[in-house]
C-alpha cells in the first residue's frame, strides 16, 4: 500500500496529523522532513500519481479541491484530513485573521467541497466528526499522537517564582478574557512569572500580524510577562522546553469553534511533565483525559487549581503521571497501525 501525503498551510499541524503517520509507517509526501521545504507542485503531482492513496491535510485552496476528482479518475482513493473548523462566525480566529466572513465563506466552501468529494475524511474529535457527516458518510476518528524521540527530557525551573505558561492560540484569540482578572492577579504577584509562548514578534517586520493582534498584544503588554513569540514548527518543542514551565493554562472560551477543537496542547505539556488547567464546560476537548488535567468553570476553580499545583511534590507528580499516561495512549509508536487499518479498509471496500 502506497500512500503520499499533501501539506495544507499549516506545518505545526501538518506535524501531528500527518508527518507523524507518514514518518513511523514509512510512506512519502510533498514534506518528508520538518526541517525542509515542501517539494515542487510537479513532484508532488507525480508522487501522488504513483501512490494508492493520497491524504490532504486541510485541503482550503482551490487548486487542491480541484486535483481530487482528477486523482479519483486515475483510481486513487482520497482521504481529507482537517483538524479545525472554518464554519463563520463558530469563534473560529481564521474569521479575524482574514477580516471578512465573505473571504471565509469562500475557505470554507472550498474545504467542505474536499470533504464531500472524499473517499475518507479523518479528523480528531467525533465533536468535529460530526460537522464533516453533513457532507460525508465516511468519517471516522484518528487520535492526535506524540513520538517520544522529539521531546527531549524536561528541564526544571530553578527560579525562585513559578512559571506559569499559556501557549499557542489562547495567547491570540481572546480566549485569555475567560480568566483575564486571575490573569492580572497573577501578573502583580511576587511568587509567580506568566510565560506567553505566541503571537508574532513585536517588531517592524511584523507590522501586518502586530495590527491584526492589536488588541491581543496591548493586552499582554498591560502585564508583567515574559515574551516567546511565534517559532518555526521544528523549532516548537525544543523551544517550549527552554521555557521551563511549571503549570499551562488552557482557557478557552464556550463556542463552537472551541469545542471543535483537540487536546494537542494537553499531549504538548505532558511530554514535558506540565501539568495543564484548562476549562471545562461541556464537550471541552479534554473531557477523555480528565484524570490527568484540571477543569475548571469558575474563576474560583482557576484559582483552586493553581493554588494546589503551586506546591512542588503535587505538581510533579501531576506532570509525570500525565506524561506516563499520554505515553501509554498516545504514542504514534503504539498507534501507527490504526492509520494502516483505516486506509486498507478504504482499499478494500
Not at 492513496?53 to 482513493?77: A, N, S, T
Not at 513585536?202 to 491584526?212: F, Q, R, V
Not at 498584544?217 to 502585564?223: D, M, P, Q, R, Y
Not at 522546553?241 to 483537540?262: G, M, T, V, W
Amino acid at each position: 500500500m502506497n500512500v503520499y501525503y499533501i501539506n495544507g498551510r499549516y506545518d505545526g499541524c501538518f506535524y501531528v496529523r500527518c508527518y507523524l503517520p507518514l514518518f513511523h509507517n514509512l510512506w512519502d509526501g510533498n514534506k518528508t522532513s520538518m526541517y525542509t521545504e515542501q517539494v515542487s507542485s510537479e513532484k508532488a503531482f507525480q508522487g501522488a500519481m504513483s501512490a494508492d492513496i493520497v491524504v490532504f491535510h486541510r485541503p482550503d485552496q482551490r487548486q487542491k479541491v480541484e486535483v481530487i476528482p482528477l486523482l479519483q479518475q486515475y483510481g486513487k482513493k482520497v482521504v481529507v484530513d482537517n483538524d479545525d473548523t472554518y464554519k463563520p462566525d463558530s469563534g473560529t480566529p481564521a474569521q479575524m485573521l482574514y477580516g471578512k466572513k465573505e473571504l471565509l465563506e469562500k475557505v470554507n466552501a472550498n474545504l467542505m467541497e474536499a470533504v464531500a468529494s472524499a473517499d475518507l475524511v479523518t479528523t480528531t474529535t467525533e465533536y468535529l466528526a460530526e460537522e464533516y457527516r453533513e457532507y460525508n458518510d465516511n468519517v471516522i476518528v484518528l487520535p492526535n499522537c506524540v513520538d517520544p524521540d522529539d521531546w527531549d527530557k524536561p528541564i526544571r525551573n530553578d527560579t525562585n517564582k513559578i512559571r506559569i505558561g499559556l501557549v499557542g492560540s489562547v495567547t491570540n484569540t481572546r480566549d485569555y478574557e475567560v480568566i483575564g482578572d486571575l490573569l492580572k492577579e497573577l501578573s502583580d504577584s511576587p511568587d509567580y512569572q506568566l510565560v506567553v509562548f505566541g503571537l508574532p514578534p513585536d517588531n517592524e517586520k511584523s507590522k501586518m500580524m502586530n495590527d491584526i493582534y492589536k488588541t491581543e498584544i496591548a493586552f499582554w503588554k498591560s502585564l508583567d510577562i515574559e515574551w516567546q513569540p511565534f517559532v518555526e514548527a521544528h523549532q516548537y518543542q525544543e523551544t517550549l522546553r527552554q521555557l521551563k514551565l511549571d503549570i499551562a493554562l488552557i482557557p478557552r472560551e464556550e463556542c463552537y469553534f472551541n469545542k471543535c477543537k483537540s487536546n494537542l496542547k494537553f499531549l504538548e505539556m505532558s511530554m514535558l511533565e506540565i501539568p495543564c488547567i484548562a476549562s471545562g464546560w461541556k464537550d471541552n476537548p479534554y473531557s477523555h483525559d480528565k484524570k490527568h488535567i484540571s477543569l475548571c468553570n469558575t474563576e474560583r476553580g482557576w484559582r483552586s487549581a493553581i493554588k494546589k499545583l503551586s506546591e512542588g511534590k503535587v505538581r510533579r507528580d501531576r506532570g509525570a503521571n500525565a506524561r506516563e499516561y499520554v505515553m501509554r495512549k498516545y504514542n504514534i509508536k503504539k498507534k501507527k497501525k490504526l492509520w494502516v487499518k483505516a486506509y486498507e479498509q478504504l482499499l478494500n471496500n
